[in-house]
């Protein structure tokens, strides 16, 4: 499979993305991801029919792996919204009670 290299780095990269994904790394995520795409388009720019089931097992483990950062990021983005929900509530009743001092001078 010549485009066997592209793929498996891509491959290696994605595992390496999951990992910093574990670590709530985003910034390495981002970067991976960035230097996996052209590694995929490279990949599958010409993709050989008699090539086309091992290219297409390669890329659902990449979309496996895929979705499994995405929940990550779907959860940490949740975590950081409630986190700033709380953050602008606490702001909100500091403001109110600060209105209450002042009215009260």
């Known amino acids: 499979m010549p485009e066997e290299a592209p793929?498996?780095?891509a491959l290696a990269l994605t595992a390496g993305m999951e990992?910093?994904?574990?670590a709530e790394d985003w910034d390495k995520v981002?970067?991976?991801e960035a230097r996996r795409r052209p590694l995929l388009e490279r990949a599958l720019a010409a993709v050989d029919p008699a090539e086309a089931v091992a290219v297409r097992a390669?890329?659902?483990?990449?979309?496996?792996r895929d979705r499994r950062i995405l929940?990550?990021?779907?959860a940490r983005?949740?975590?950081l919204a409630a986190d700033l929900g709380?953050?602008?509530s606490g702001r909100r009743g500091r403001d109110a009670y600060a209105a209450v001092q002042t009215l009260a001078r």
């Open 86 to 88: 709380r953050l602008a």
């Open 77 to 79: 983005r949740d975590a």
């Open 30 to 32: 981002a970067a991976l």
């Open 71 to 74: 929940a990550r990021a779907g």
């Open 58 to 64: 390669v890329i659902e483990k990449l979309i496996a």
């Open 7 to 9: 793929l498996s780095a």
């Open 19 to 22: 990992a910093a994904a574990d």
